[in-house]
């Protein structure tokens, strides 16, 4: 079971909305985001409704203003609880759209995707085991994506505007 807590201000002030479930409109509970409390559970959070716009993972902590999670601005119109997953991690990315060219397998983090795959674009991938997250720049820095288990034929798939990816890591479940 999870538990987050937003609030409009920041410091955990303001106007406060509790969750413990996937909610696709948060809206109506408050009108922006400037601190987050997460007491279980991992979660991603979207800028828009219905699990769109920038997307941000936040694990158990506490999160003073919206810079500690790499928040864009103060907006979180979604979110959504992680499945725990305790197994494999493994995934395969591709150079080219619908799983062609050059392809390689990871089971773990990639802090520097151009290091390991010598090209700073990744068009495709299918995530076999586990959960994960692309970053657009190296270090696991600038804008989110979430993937769970599947086929993403193109970026497009995951949400993303181009295909630049820099860095990817497991999301590994926190109590």
């Not at 060219?101 to 010598?118: I, L, S």
């Amino acid at each position: 079971m999870g538990k987050i807590v937003f609030y409009e201000d920041r410091n955990f002030q303001g106007r406060s909305h509790e969750c413990s479930t996937d909610c696709s409109d948060l809206h109506s509970y408050f009108s922006r985001c400037n601190s987050i409390r997460v007491d279980n559970g991992n979660w991603i959070l979207y800028e828009h409704p219905n699990y769109r716009g920038y997307q941000y993972y936040l694990r158990r902590g506490e999160y003073p203003d919206f810079h500690q999670w790499m928040g864009f601005n103060d907006s979180i119109r979604s979110c959504r609880l992680t499945p725990q997953h305790h197994g494999n991690y493994r995934m395969r990315i591709y150079e080219r759209e619908d799983f062609k060219g050059q392809m390689m397998e990871f089971t773990e983090d990639c802090p520097h995707v151009y290091d390991r795959f010598n090209y700073n674009d990744i068009h495709s991938c299918n995530v076999f085991d586990g959960h994960w997250m692309f970053y657009e720049e190296p270090n696991y820095r600038g804008r989110q994506y979430y993937l769970k288990p599947g086929e993403y034929k193109r970026f497009s798939d995951w949400g993303a505007m181009n295909s630049r990816i820099g860095s990817f890591r497991r999301l590994q479940y926190s109590h």
